[in-house]
């Protein structure tokens, strides 16, 4: 048992340690290559205040279904800690943009902002990535395709969220 929590103590410390790697890897890409910061590639998902809900919602539901898809066959995998440690640290560079560009943008209230802008989908995603973590530190590897049905109906509500707050 206490090997165990070892092992869940050690795989969380690495998922932290890829976090933060992300994190500093967008603060460091954006510092050398931006001085200043080009606001087109904030849009670069093709999600514009003119879409209306639909065109935003098939956008935001084919990206997150793919990451779904990347995290849930890390998990499958024998390196499946390493390879969703990989994965959060790209989903962490990607919230370091965010958080760049809103800081950038509107200083010290860039932050509070930046989590205006996740608060409603971004705990449907948390729960998602809670349960895909816990998979990737598992060592009986199985499909789970119930759960996996589940995991792609909260994927689908943020979704639905984040295309109805970007398409205004």
């Known amino acids: ?56 919602f098939l956008i935001v539901i084919k990206q997150r279904f793919f990451q779904l898809g990347a995290g849930w066959l890390c998990g499958l995998t024998v390196y499946s800690v390493w390879l969703f440690g990989i994965l959060t640290c790209f989903w962490s560079f990607s919230l370091g943009m965010g958080v760049i560009y809103f800081t950038l943008e509107k200083g010290l209230w860039g932050l509070p902002l930046f989590l205006r802008s996740l608060l409603p989908q971004g705990i449907f995603y948390l729960m998602v990535w809670y349960v895909l973590s816990r998979w990737s530190f598992s060592t009986r590897k199985r499909l789970r395709l119930p759960a996996l049905a589940f995991l792609m109906l909260l994927t689908a509500c943020g979704a639905a969220f984040e295309a109805y707050l970007f398409s205004f």
Request: glycine share 8%.
């Open 1 to 56: 048992m206490f090997r165990f929590r070892f092992k869940f103590l050690a795989d969380s410390y690495l998922l932290l340690f890829s976090f933060f790697l992300g994190m500093i890897g967008a603060a460091l890409f954006f510092w050398w290559r931006y001085p200043v910061f080009p606001s087109y590639l904030f849009y670069s998902y093709g999600i514009t205040g003119n879409k209306n809900f639909t065109e935003a």
